[in-house]
Antibody, heavy 114, light 113 residues
């Protein structure tokens, strides 16, 4: 059974940083593209970025709204995905989901507020 | 970027009646090399992550009731619930997986009339 478990959310001030983690299990982690998707309170779904699979050299892509501020990485030895978020803005407030196409974690809430 | 536009934004249907949600992409999401549409449908209930209902535009996921079906190709797609049940109240999203950035429709809120 595929499991994705996010952690690391919390309250942070504007301009601050936060690192989210996603523990993956139930599949061969290196074989799959992994995405981060977020959902602001009461709003729709917004793709944040992707790290591709090993066959595609783990390359990364980002949404324009976070490019230059967010960095996605992965650790195959720990079957874990990460999202490093810097220079956070109030508009980054959202539930952040770790996803492998069709499979989603429960999400972790990030609140950016002074 | 591929823009996904759903219609309607909200929908109220009586129990047992048919509900249809449309999704239009600004570009073709049919991949010619395998003849598959990179279009998924999700259901999201309050406080829960999205749940994949339909992949490749028309392939129902395991465990999804057969009252849910997907159709369409290229740029125009439809999610149909043949006989609405109370547990189907949710927000429904289409998502294109054809190219980065991955994009979603704005969502359609389905309620009971």
């Amino acid at each position: 059974e595929v499991q994705l478990v996010e952690s690391g959310g919390g309250l942070v001030q504007p301009g601050g940083s936060l690192r989210l983690s996603c523990a993956a299990s139930g599949f061969t982690f290196s074989d799959h593209n992994m995405d981060w998707v977020r959902q602001a309170p009461g709003k729709g779904l917004e793709w944040v970025g992707r790290t591709r699979n090993q066959a595609n050299s783990y390359t990364t892509e980002y949404a324009a709204s976070v490019k230059g501020r967010f960095t996605i990485s992965r650790d195959g030895s720990k079957n874990s995905l990460y999202l490093q978020m810097n220079s956070l803005k109030t508009e980054d407030t959202a539930v952040y989901y770790c996803t492998r196409r069709g499979d989603w974690g429960q999400g972790t809430l990030v609140t950016v507020s002074s | 970027d591929i823009v996904m536009t759903q219609s309607p934004d909200s929908l109220a249907v009586s129990l047992g009646e048919r509900a249809s949600i449309n999704c239009k992409s600004s570009q073709n999401v049919l991949y010619s090399s395998n003849n598959k549409n990179f279009l998924d449908w999700y259901q999201q209930k309050p406080g829960q992550p999205p749940k994949l209902l339909i992949s490749w535009a028309s392939t129902r996921e395991s465990g999804v009731p057969d009252r849910f079906s997907g159709s369409g190709s290229g740029t125009d797609f439809t999610l149909t619930i043949s006989s609405l049940q109370a547990e189907d109240v949710a927000v429904y999203y289409c998502q294109q997986y054809y190219s980065v950035p991955i994009t979603f429709g704005q969502g359609t809120k389905l309620e009971i009339k």
